[in-house]
T-cell receptor, first 112, second 114 residues
Framework: AQRVTQPEKLLSVFKGAPVELKCNYS??????LFWYVQYSRQRLQLLLR??SRESIKGFTADLNKGETSFHLKKPFAQEEDSAMYYC??????????????FGKGTMLLVSP | ETGVTQSPTHLIKTRGQQVTLRCSSQ?????VSWYQQALGQGPQFIFQ???????GRGNFPPRFSGLQFPNYSSELNVNALELDDSALYLC?????????????FGPGTRLTVT
């Protein structure tokens, strides 16, 4: 079974502070990991995926297979980063197609 | 390029009734996935349709069913509604069924069962 755990419901930081949103996963194969973000009154959208290894809006995430983690990091938080962040895992279903399993999400609040 | 749209935005149903939710996929996309998001939870996968066939299903009972049409739009049907079915229902479309294809989400339909 595949599972994604985001231990923090809420993370509150001041502008300019470093941010780390934690994500741990459980999956027996080789997973693909994603971070999705939902800004206020907007729809859920992809922020980044581990396979692309790129930085989006200053955020990075490294897949650590030994610790089964995919934490999202940003060195200096901005107020516009305030949003709900979901970590998601894609594993191959029996049919051979992939499904997304989401964590419960972490609300990031960046105060001025 | 038109994004994913869902209808209706909100609806209220009574326990035991049936409901149909609709999703129009983004232009050029042939895959639609449906998710249920209960309050305070992340989206939970219901099923996926690829080229009009169901090709993946999550842990939901058979009273959750769906369709995909030749234009790749999709419907989610829920029979014998229960109070626990109250949730935000999201659909997402993509160019293909594997994880290499980004899923684009709609705004969701808020279903309340009383």
């Amino acid at each position: 079974a595949q599972r994604v755990t985001q231990p923090e419901k809420l993370l509150s930081v001041f502008k300019g502070a470093p941010v780390e949103l934690k994500c741990n996963y459980s999956y027996s194969g080789s997973p693909e990991l994603f971070w999705y973000v939902q800004y206020s009154r907007q729809r859920l959208q992809l922020l980044l995926r581990h396979i692309s290894r790129e930085s989006i809006k200053g955020f990075t995430a490294d897949l650590n297979k030994g610790e089964t983690s995919f934490h999202l990091k940003k060195p200096f938080a901005q107020e516009e980063d305030s949003a709900m962040y979901y970590c998601a895992l894609s594993g191959r279903a029996n049919s051979g197609y992939s499904t997304l399993t989401f964590g419960k999400g972490t609300m990031l609040l960046v105060s001025p | 390029e038109t994004g994913v749209t869902q209808s209706p935005t909100h609806l209220i149903k009574t326990r035991g009734q049936q409901v149909t939710l609709r999703c129009s996929s983004q232009s050029g996309h042939n895959t639609v996935s449906w998710y249920q998001q209960a309050l305070g939870q992340g989206p939970q996968f219901i099923f996926q349709y690829y080229r009009e066939e169901e090709n993946g299903r999550g842990n939901f009972p058979p009273r959750f069913s769906g369709l995909q049409f030749p234009n790749y739009s999709s419907e989610l049907n829920v029979n014998a509604l229960e109070l626990d079915d109250s949730a935000l229902y999201l659909c997402a479309s993509s160019k293909g069924a594997t994880a290499s294809y980004e899923q684009y989400f709609g705004p969701g339909t808020r279903l309340t069962v009383t």
